[in-house]
Each structure stands twice: as C-alpha cells, then as structure tokens.
C-alpha cells in the first residue's frame, strides 16, 4: 500500500481547487494499484465524501502531523499556494507544513504549481530554503520556472507541466441545457461571465455591466454569470445584477465540478476572470476571452496561444465588446484552434505520472 499526503486550498468552496483535487486523486488511483490518499482540508467530512478520500483538519496540529507521518510521499500539490498577494500568511501555513514533512524526513514533491508572485524578501528566503529541499518540483507554468531560479531555488529538478485541471474529460451537455432552461430562457445564444470577488473595483464591475447590457441589446445574446467561489463571486454577481439594466441570467446555486462544466459548455464563449472558469471552457472547447488580475491568467492563456484582454484594472470596454463581437463572428475557427492548443498542453501532464512514479519507486528523477 502506498500512502500519499496532499495539502493545498481544499475544503474552501473554491470549484478551481477542488477540481485541482479531483484531477490529482483521478490521476494517482490511476497509477498507482494500492493507494490510500489522505487530503489536508478546511472541511475534512466534506472533502472525504466528494472525493472518497481519507481527510484531516488542515488546522489540527495532531492531524497533520499523524497524517505526515503514515506518508511515503507528501505532496504539496496544485494552484497558486506558494505566493503572497491574495495573503501573506498562507504561504507560510504551506511552507510549514512542508517544514514538518522535512523534519519527518518524507520525500516532498511541488506538484503542479504556480509560483508567486511571492514579495516580501523574508518569504523569498524562507521559500528558497524549503524548496532546495524537496525531492522534484513540478510547475504549470515557465514564468513560474523562471521565478523559483530567480529565487536561488537550483538543488531539485523542476519540470514545466500543466495544470491538472486542463486534463478533466469533458462531460455531457444535458444538464448545462436544463438548468438554463430552468431559468425560463429559450435564447441558446448565452455568453458566461466568471468574475472574481476578492477585492471591490466598482471601475471595472461597472464597465462589465456595460459590455453585458451591451452584448444584451446590441448582439441579441444572453448573459449568465456564474460563481467559482461561493460566498467571494455571489457578491459581485449581486452588485451587477443590481447595476444592469438589462435582465441577465445569475446561477446562483452550489454546482459540482461535472455540472458546472456541463453548463459552461452550453455557452457560445465564456469571458473568465477566475483562472479555472477559463480552464473549465477549454476542456468543453468553449471559446474564451481572460481578463487579467494576476500574471497566471496570462501564462495560461499564452499556454494556448491567445492574449488576454486587458486587465481588472485597466480594462478598455470597448475593446472588450469588440473581442466578443470578433469571437462570435468565428465560432468554428475559434473552436478548432482552441482544442488543437489544449490537446498539446494535456500531453505535459504526464510528466506529473512520471516524477510520481520514480519517486514512489525510489528510482532517480
């Protein structure tokens, strides 16, 4: 039996790195003939029942370290956990616990991350001094390479990959068309927005509320906007339901990660602010357009060969209106080159089985 310890931003209600989690657990049971996977979590009862998984209290000091203990491989695995913008406490929570893992004398893998933007010179040192330590680092990204190197870290090999999520199946569109059809709309032209919450800019809400009614009047689409992390996007969502003029359509209920691909899929595009929405699209090949808050929306929208539109803070909506507009007049072109980007990016996830693999077995990576 092969005992594996993965810690990372689960149990949160974030739909993003809960499908992270699902695509790593897919991935090692695939592997791997006897695994017992044992996840640290915000919500342990509710990450053990989603996922079939054993879980700990992510904040229980004897929880984590029995969990460490019984490990033969600790994984720090998936999303942006090492970095400081969003807070300057999370990144020593990982750094930590993987501290502890080292003391423990466990073989540590960095799976499928996306490093920094990490600022404060104390973070730096304390990152580097950890991550010389591990056994392999795996990054979704080459600005994140480029920056682990600039950081000094040199001792592990680092391997650019992607991220898990890219590798979901897709999934039926059967539920996607009720649940719009749920919302008494008969228009199956729809356009989703996925917004993100975490910091209030009127500016740039209110000109997403003038492209909608735009898009609205102007384009005879329907707008839907829907929540990847609850309780942070539903009031965001509210603010521009209340500041549009027109009707638009806003899902409001707890989706799993299967059904809330089903409904992205019946979108015509999907305008993404939040990294996995726009990952989400590119698994059910619908047409995206990413606007930038943090620089792992543009490595990933470069990792399939597209620009962004700007940025939450300086976002031309016009431009925005006409991106639309341009992406809609070429749906079938926008849809083969996005599944022929995809498909090449999905390849680099095998190297995530590799390094897994080596290490379990002992052998040199």
Known sequence: MCRITISGYYGFNNIGDEAILVSMINSLKKRIDKVQVTVLSANPHMTSEKHGVSAVDRKSLKGVLDAIKDCDLFISGG???????????????????MFMSLILRKKILIYSQGIGPISTTSN??????ILNRVEAITVRDEKSKKELI???????????????????DKVCLDFGEKIIKEEKRNNNKIIGFAM?????????NNKICKVADRIIKELGYEVAFIPFHYGEDIKIMDYIENNMEKDAIFIRKRYEIHEMLSIIGNFQLLVGVRLHSLIFAAVMNTPIIGISYDPKINSFMES??????????????????????????????????????????????????EVVQKLIKGEKI
Do not use: H
């Open 196 to 204: 993100r919450g975490w910091r209030d800019n009127v500016e740039f």
């Open 124 to 129: 730096r040192i304390f990152t580097k001094f």
């Open 150 to 168: 600039d950081m000094g870290v040199s001792e592990p090999p680092i391997f650019v990959t992607a991220d898990p999520v890219i590798g979901l």
């Open 304 to 353: 399939i060969n597209l620009d962004t539109c700007g940025t939450v803070k300086d976002l031309d909506e016009e431009a925005l209106f006409l991106d639309i507009r341009s992406k809609l007049d070429n749906l079938d072109e926008e849809k083969s080159d996005l599944y022929n980007n995809v498909e090449k990016i999905k390849d680099d996830l095998k190297i995530n089985d």
């Open 79 to 97: 999303g942006s956990l090492l970095q400081d913008v969003t807070s300057r406490r999370s990144i020593i929570y990982y750094l930590v616990i």
